[in-house]
């Protein structure tokens, strides 16, 4: 067998390499869940985003002093001026197109997901955030570990 | 016979009496079910805790518990993962815990926060779990307040699909969501039993390390802030079922470089015994090296052709990872170059594996 | 290539078109079965380009996510197929630039030993017999030589060899012509052959 060959089924096999029926079975429902927590988290990721970015931007600015010498006075400005756009934005939700609830999947924000009796009980919003404490808003956009995957399995058994 | 009568009379009445007792007692039975979950998860609620840790990308979330009263808890392996450091939110307040330990073969993490007189859970014994013994789990799913569940033992476990756990788990049909590992299982005394480690079948059931085994990994963090996994280096299989309905642990080869390459030991011997554990079934081997102590020799009996062979072996330390394992058989260039060329017959299943090439060891 | 999901499926069951027109206009549900059609396929690209299923498992959320949120301006003379392949492959590059930055030592799940993957290299004659470490040793080996190609080449491999890609679809995701397909395919294939040699030949 030619070498590229052999190099090509090989490969060939990897694309067996999914997690199996189960897993895509749930998907479908994790990924309602996912784009239903993302609804809420839009906005305010965008905010830690730029706490973020910002806290990396003062990182960088007192680890390199020739940056800060250059580029520290325009980035800071830069900075400073597009703080005040997003904490006005959220000041006034109505000027901004990211905190209104649209129902249409073109707009940046959304609904989506059969009704369920969350969405009835009232907005998930507000079911939502109700009880975030401020520790989970500190770990915002979590991923909620199941354990799957990560404990080191042996394929043999051996003692 | 008035007087009989009047015995048979009461008698009657005792047993109506004692059948509507009942009946109450069973109308009851949930209630009383409930009463005591709600204690169990109300006397260990303080305990529990939620547990954050930075790897990657996104933060990772799941629940922890306090095992002393200065601020030591427990957690799964699967929040923290490559990191050092931890939050942990107790009493409305988020802390920086400090790493004790971690150990990914396992499933065990142990942190620490500077608190002084946390609310712990008491440890129970682990090894008086029986099947249907019944649990509690008290744990944070999502960003959702502390919840209980409540189910039964389903099993003891050493694989789950295709894959081989450290040592037996738990299997519990209790509900766990995303956020729970790393919470505490209780028993009906409401002391923890189990560490949950791992969510199966869309999270009806769960898998959870028996608290003995995770002493024996705690001990070995207080020891020298790492897990240390013992072996010999002997890789086994299942052989085929024996007219005695036993199936036996065959040898299958021996791990380049580990004691049990120049032991003596061969492909095709029977385990009988590991130390003080009789083997039967495979998972019993993976017990017997879970709880042993590197450094120290072990008694490995065999059989041989009928004959009974006794080997000393010192146990050293296990490669971390099980790659690192597989990577020790693998035996090189020849024996994986032929097979490319004029694949093999399939053997038969009931046959040890007996590969030429690991008896060259 | 264009028609190939709906050549794959039953024939009863909607083209994908039809199921985006049909989102579109508003039976967001119908983004389920687009979602199914694809996950399988998507996660084995992400996957094959990450070597870790954690990160897939995010990776194949937000590529849905996005896709859906960018619905609107999939335009129909592209097949939904290569369009969306595009934005998995895109998203993925973009977090494995991110990746190199924030984490140096990442973690592969080259522990994750398939039971089919093993079945197949044994159906497949590849390697004869009951030796599932050599298999796993080779299976490691595997994910570390495509870990040590470029991003760019690696995603080429992944498209052609693993996912069966055409040319020309693969030109169209990746957003390059054909000729270039071509000379990364070559190069990746040389550099594969060289890190296996041991293994193959």
């Not at chain 3, 508003?26 to 084995?44: E, K, P, T």
């Amino acid at each position: 067998m030619k070498k590229e060959d052999q190099l090509q089924q090989l490969l060939k096999l990897k694309q067996r390499e999914t997690p199996g029926e189960a897993y895509f079975d749930a998907f479908v429902d994790e990924f309602h869940r996912y784009q239903r927590t993302s609804v809420l988290q839009t906005r305010k990721s965008w905010i830690a985003r730029w706490r973020r970015a910002l806290s990396e931007l003062a990182e960088d600015f007192f680890a390199t002093p020739s940056f800060a010498m250059q580029s520290g006075f325009a980035a800071t400005a830069v900075v400073v001026l597009t703080t005040v756009l997003v904490f006005w934005g959220e000041l006034n939700p109505g000027t901004s197109n990211q905190g209104s609830m649209a129902m249409t999947p073109s707009s940046e924000s959304y609904v989506y997901g059969p009704k369920s009796l969350e969405d009835a009980a009232g907005s998930p919003a507000e079911l939502n955030m109700a009880h975030l404490t401020s520790f989970d808003r500190d770990f915002e956009n979590s991923s909620y570990v199941t354990g799957e995957s990560t404990l080191a399995y042996d394929s043999v058994l051996a003692f | 016979m008035i007087l009989c009568w009047r015995f048979k009379h009461f008698l009657i009445i005792c047993l109506l009496v004692a059948i509507f007792l009942n009946n109450g007692n069973a109308q009851g039975v949930f209630d009383s079910i409930s009463k005591e979950v709600n204690k169990i998860f109300e006397a260990a609620s303080p305990s529990v805790v939620k547990v954050r840790a930075l790897s990657g990308t996104r933060p990772r979330a799941g629940t922890g518990f306090f095992i002393d009263n200065s601020g030591t808890l427990l957690t799964s392996y699967a929040i923290i993962l490559d990191s050092n450091k931890a939050w942990v939110e107790y009493q409305d307040k988020k802390f920086t815990a400090k790493v004790l330990g971690k150990d990914p073969r396992s499933g065990v993490a142990l942190l620490k926060i500077d608190a002084q007189k946390t609310p712990f859970l008491t440890m129970g014994d682990s090894d008086q779990l029986k099947m249907a013994s019944g649990l509690v789990s008290v744990a944070y799913p999502y960003n959702l307040p502390l919840a209980p569940a409540f189910g039964f033992v389903t099993g003891f476990d050493v694989r789950y699909l295709n894959r081989f756990f450290a040592t037996t788990h738990i299997r519990a049909n209790v509900a766990i969501s995303p956020g729970q590992i790393g919470g505490p299982l209780l028993n009906t005394k409401g002391e923890v039993v189990g560490l949950m480690v791992l969510a199966v079948q869309k999270g009806k059931e769960c898998y959870a390390l028996p608290m003995t085994s995770v002493k024996r990994i705690i001990s070995d963090f207080e020891a020298g802030g790492e897990a240390r996994h013992g072996w010999v280096g002997v890789g086994v299989v299942e052989g085929p079922v024996l007219e005695s309905g036993e199936r036996p642990v065959v040898v299958s080869n021996l791990f380049r470089g580990t004691p049990a390459a120049e032991s003596g030991l061969q492909p095709g011997d029977i385990v009988k015994k590991i130390g003080k554990k009789p083997i039967q079934i495979p998972s019993d081997i993976l017990d017997a090296a879970f709880f042993s102590e590197v450094g120290k020799p072990v008694e490995v009996q065999i059989v041989r052709k009928g004959k009974k062979l006794v080997f000393d072996l010192p146990i050293v330390e296990r490669p971390e990872e099980s790659a690192a394992v597989n990577s020790l058989i693998a035996p090189g260039r020849d024996t994986l170059i032929a097979p490319f060329v004029s694949p093999e017959p399939k053997k038969s299943q009931v046959k040890p594996v007996q590969a030429p090439a690991t008896q060259s060891y | 290539m264009a028609d190939h999901a709906s050549s794959a499926s039953e024939p009863e069951e909607p083209k994908d078109g039809e199921l985006v027109d049909s989102v579109l206009a508003g039976n967001v549900n119908d983004y389920d079965g687009l979602v199914r059609r694809y996950a399988d396929r998507l996660y084995s690209v992400i996957y094959n380009m990450t070597s870790n299923h954690e990160d897939t498992n995010d990776l194949l959320m937000e590529v849905f996510d996005k896709a859906f949120r960018n619905l609107p301006k999939y335009k129909r003379n592209a097949s939904f197929y290569t369009w969306i392949y595009r934005v998995a492959v895109n998203h993925t590059l973009n977090f494995l630039q991110k990746r190199k930055k924030h984490r140096n030592n990442m973690s592969l799940n080259e522990l994750s030993f398939d039971e089919r993957f093993e079945q197949d290299l044994k159906d497949n004659r590849v390697i004869g017999g009951d030796k599932s470490a050599e298999l796993s040793e080779l299976q490691k080996k595997l994910n570390e030589s495509l870990q040590k190609l470029s991003d760019e080449h690696r995603a080429v491999v992944v498209l052609y060899d693993i996912d069966g890609m055409s040319h020309a679809d693969i030109a169209e995701t990746m957003n390059c012509s054909e000729g270039t397909v071509r000379s990364r395919l070559h190069y990746a294939h040389k550099h594969l052959q060289k890190l296996l040699n041991t293994y193959i030949g």
